[in-house]
């Protein structure tokens, strides 16, 4: 035979086991260890090789397409579906569309493929990371639940952008629960944290990052130092009031569930309720509970180190209602009167408190419907609004150049003019 023929590593090595076999110098079954094959393989290819010779050896397939390749018309048409409905989707969440809508199904590897000759994805560069030590998950379900806000344009052109509060569990990566609102505020925090309380319960901890919200800067005044406590926010005093520890951040890494969690949103979420043409606050979170959030973790949650749920449930003292709202401390002046919020209030407090409540400090409580009550060891004073916009400015008067004339004002002349000295005085 002449010519030249193309082998493998794998096929050369099989020259020397076959000849040594016919030569009997080996058993077929210690050629079949020797080639990781079995007895019945070592039969068929001895018989080739006696047949062909060396050309026996070769791999039959080898220069012939796969009788498991995909046909190029399948992947035409994946790809002209994904170019007119998914053209910004990725290849992993185009495949689970082409399976679940159009009864398509590829490899991952394949799709990536063919969407890059399409130019329909760019892969993307590796970028050399700064490292951050790895901490490990919770043991168990609610013993952490990292918290944070993700402003984003959820809707895209549909509606205005808006703010997603989502919890999620450290322990398994489960989705707990989320509430889109307009900011990240107070008042929202509390109608989220509400909302998850009365659906799991009070987790032993919540981890946020440094948001004016969760955490303040100032110094602790007298009372908090007696007290031992540091300055607290609204937020972290409803949650201290409750029993759950309030953990703050020192980087975005050092959360980096709950921030890979909001990338994952904004690529997956986003195109998702695109499709079924969301474009309200109120659809979207009653989507994102209900539907969404069961797939999702069905997709990427994981099992905990242990079974058990530290989740706590609400006592009958835990008035939420009461404890979620904003508290500061006022002064009461002489005439029991009290400003909050460029709002004056006077207190019509009964016979025994009128002396009492002179020059002391009182607590000014908000709730998320705005309704003020002024609270004074822990009795609730009656009160009328005074004057509303105590300190906004007089409007200017604009006065027309026309009209304008100048005043003169006389200056006494200063103590060392001449017309003090002694020669004019008398």
């Known amino acids: 035979m002449k010519g030249f023929i193309s082998m493998s590593a794998k096929e050369t090595e099989r020259i020397t086991i076959m000849d040594n076999l016919i030569e009997k110098r080996i058993k077929q079954k210690h050629a079949g260890r020797q080639l990781n094959i ?5 039969q068929r290819i001895l018989r080739r090789y006696k047949r062909e ?4 050896l070769v791999h039959l397939g080898r220069g012939r397409p796969s009788n498991r390749v995909i046909p190029q018309e399948e992947k035409n048409r994946a790809i002209d579906i994904i170019r007119k409905r998914y053209s910004d989707f990725g290849p992993t969440f185009a495949l689970e569309k082409l399976k679940d809508c159009h009864s398509v199904c590829f490899g991952i590897d394949t799709l990536r493929q063919e969407m890059i000759i399409a130019k329909l994805w760019k892969p993307r560069k590796r970028k050399l990371k700064d490292i951050h030590p790895y901490r490990e998950r919770r ?9 944070d806000g993700s402003p984003h344009k959820w809707f895209e052109d549909r509606g205005p952008s808006c703010t997603l509060l989502a919890f999620i569990d450290d322990a ?6 989320g509430v889109f609102v307009d900011y990240e505020g107070t ?7 509400e909302h998850y309380l009365q659906t799991h319960g009070k987790p032993l901890s919540f981890y946020v990052d440094k948001h004016s919200t969760f955490k303040i800067n100032r110094q602790a005044n007298v009372e908090e130092e007696l007290k031992d406590k540091q300055a607290q926010s609204q937020f972290s005093r409803a949650m201290d009031e409750l029993g759950i520890e309030v953990i703050c951040a020192n980087s975005p890494e050092a959360k980096g569930r709950v921030e890979r969690l909001f990338e994952t949103l904004q690529d997956r979420l986003v195109k998702e309720m695109r499709l079924k043409g969301i474009s309200t606050k109120e659809e979207a979170t009653k989507y ?33 209602a009461k404890i979620l709202t904003i508290r500061s401390k006022r002064m009461v002046t002489r005439n029991l009167a009290v400003q909050y919020k460029n709002t004056r209030y006077q207190l019509i407090p009964e016979n025994g408190y009128r002396y009492t409540l002179r020059n002391t400090g009182i607590t000014v409580v908000e709730d998320r419907n705005g309704k003020i009550s002024f609270i004074y060891k822990d009795k609730t004073i009656p009160y009328r609004v005074a004057i509303k916009d105590v300190n906004s400015n007089k409007p ?3 006065v027309s150049s026309k009209e304008f004339r100048e005043k003169r004002v006389y200056l006494p002349p200063s103590f060392d003019h001449p017309w003090r000295s002694s020669v004019y005085a008398g």
């Open 38 to 42: 079995s007895v019945r393989q070592v």
């Open 53 to 56: 010779g060396v050309a026996g």
């Open 139 to 147: 043991a168990c379900l609610g013993d952490l639940v990292q918290l």
């Open 172 to 177: 398994t990566s489960r989705i707990m629960d």
């Open 187 to 193: 008042f929202t925090l509390f109608e989220a944290g």
């Open 288 to 320: 994102f509970r209900e539907i969404y959030i069961p797939i999702h973790n069905s997709k990427f949650a994981v099992l905990p180190k242990e079974k058990a749920n530290l989740h706590r449930p609400l006592l009958p003292d835990d008035d939420l």
């Open 396 to 398: 200017i008067q604009i």
